[in-house]
């Protein structure tokens, strides 16, 4: 049969129109599934956002944590401060002691009493215990540190202060060659500065390494009012000896008004450590009691105050 050309036209568009409404139809399709999932996908950008803004919060919790931290540490340090001014660590000498050297004090009404020093440090772990023995037995002592371990181990520094003990100078480096004077200002007012920062004390008591008098750090120390503190006697522990020895080279050579040399730094102290508790022990025994070397120096000054005046 002839279809006309009518009927061809109206049947060729029925074919053209059904792809087309296909098409149309999977286009449709397609913007539902596409606002489905962006519906999807909007609950995950709520949740980025809220894990944002919980992030922002610990970090303001972090920054905030940090800052009472900060603030807590310079509380404690203003305490210490305090603390070492309340109990007169910021001590004054005597005219006589400044710029003098002292191995002891000489004391007339034969009290007896003993002052412990510790030089080289802070160092871990034995200063700490040196501090830990000292406290057990309710006794004070005098510590010569170095610049630069005061340096690394600030914490000690101010442990020592704060536990009532006696902060000193014994120069940057601890080196025992010749230094001229400006190499002997920077050891010397360098640990000075370093003291004071870290603690708040202004000591005014120095310890030359090795006791070299004679190598240029004695002799600025002197020029500057310090007291240059050596002693009487020395344990000999940077030797190592036997524990034994150690302890009969302190009780051997010892005498009211005496400073007993020790090291609580610059090396293995464990033999210092084992003897220390045995040192005390056996001063006790002898009836001898510790100070600090300010408090032995303002001992020996009012003795000679006292014999000027039963003079007149």
């Known amino acids: 049969m002839v279809r006309s050309l009518k009927e061809y036209e109206v049947e060729n568009n029925k074919s053209f129109l059904w792809p087309e409404g296909i098409l149309i139809a999977l286009l449709a399709l397609g913007g539902v599934f596409s606002l489905a999932f962006m519906m999807l996908l909007r ?4 949740e980025a956002q809220s894990r944002q803004s919980i992030d922002i919060k610990d970090v303001s919790a972090n920054v905030g944590t940090q800052h009472r931290i900060e603030n807590l540490k310079a509380a404690m340090l203003t305490s210490w401060q ?41 160092w871990p772990q034995s200063t700490e215990q040196v501090l830990d023995i000292l406290k057990s037995n309710n006794i004070k ?12 181990y600030p914490e000690l520094g101010k442990q020592i202060v704060a536990e009532g003990h006696v902060i000193a100078n014994h120069t940057w480096h601890h080196w025992y060659h010749f ?20 603690t708040g004390v202004k000591t ?8 070299f008098l004679h190598n240029g750090l004695a002799a600025y120390a002197k020029g500057q009012k310090y007291a240059v503190v050596m002693w009487s006697a020395d344990s000999t522990d940077y030797k190592q000896p036997p524990v034994p020895k150690l302890i009969d080279n302190v009780i051997k050579d010892s005498k009211p008004g005496g400073i007993v040399l020790m090291h609580d730094g ?6 210092t450590i084992q003897a220390l508790p045995e040192i005390i022990s056996n001063f006790r025994k002898q009836g001898y009691r510790f100070v600090t070397v300010p408090e032995i120096l303002e001992m020996e000054d009012a003795d000679k105050k006292l014999l000027a005046n039963k003079k007149q």
Not at 180 to 196: G, H, K, M, S, V
Not at 266 to 271: A, H, I, L, T, V
């Open 141 to 152: 002592g005098t510590f010569f540190v170095v610049g630069q371990n005061l340096k690394n």
């Open 204 to 211: 005014n008591l120095f310890r030359p390494p090795g006791g």
């Open 43 to 46: 609950p995950n950008a709520s």
């Open 179 to 198: 230094l001229n004077p400006q190499a002997a200002a920077f050891e010397i007012d360098r640990t000075e500065d370093l003291i004071y920062q870290v």
């Open 266 to 271: 610059g090396g293995n102290r464990s033999k």
């Open 82 to 122: 305090q603390e070492a001014q309340t109990k007169g660590l910021g001590y004054p000498l005597a005219p006589r002691f400044q710029g003098a050297i002292i191995e002891e004090a000489k004391l007339t009404q034969g009290e007896k009493v003993i002052a412990l020093t510790f030089d080289d440090g802070p």
